[in-house]
């Protein structure tokens, strides 16, 4: 894809953004400067390379599913600012 003027004003319409033909000019000159950046990634030879889920190869470290007896309720009210004996109360944010 040739990244134009066009794709500019096509990117800010689907934007719904109103650009004057100065704003595309300038936006032009930053994209194309970002769009050639990026396709210096592409010269980058990947032979041997193994696809890769993140930059740093960590071990997943999940936790055993264990089942655990849950805290008391009277146990997790006991610091609460305010509460009915059966669930924190919180102030009302919508009407």
């Known amino acids: 894809m040739d990244f134009t003027q066009d794709t500019v004003k096509r990117v800010a319409a689907l934007a719904k953004i109103g650009l004057s033909e ?7 000159k930053d994209m194309a400067g970002v769009v050639e950046s990026a396709a210096i990634f592409s010269n980058v030879d ?7 889920t993140h930059g740093i190869q960590i071990p997943a470290s999940f ?28 102030p009302k944010v919508l009407d």
């Open 63 to 90: 936790r055993q599913d264990v089942v655990i007896v849950p805290l008391p309720r009277q146990a997790a009210l006991a610091n609460a600012p305010e509460s009915d004996e059966a669930c924190f109360i919180v």
């Open 46 to 52: 990947l032979e041997g390379v193994a696809p890769m």
């Open 22 to 28: 100065e704003e595309v000019s300038r936006l032009y």
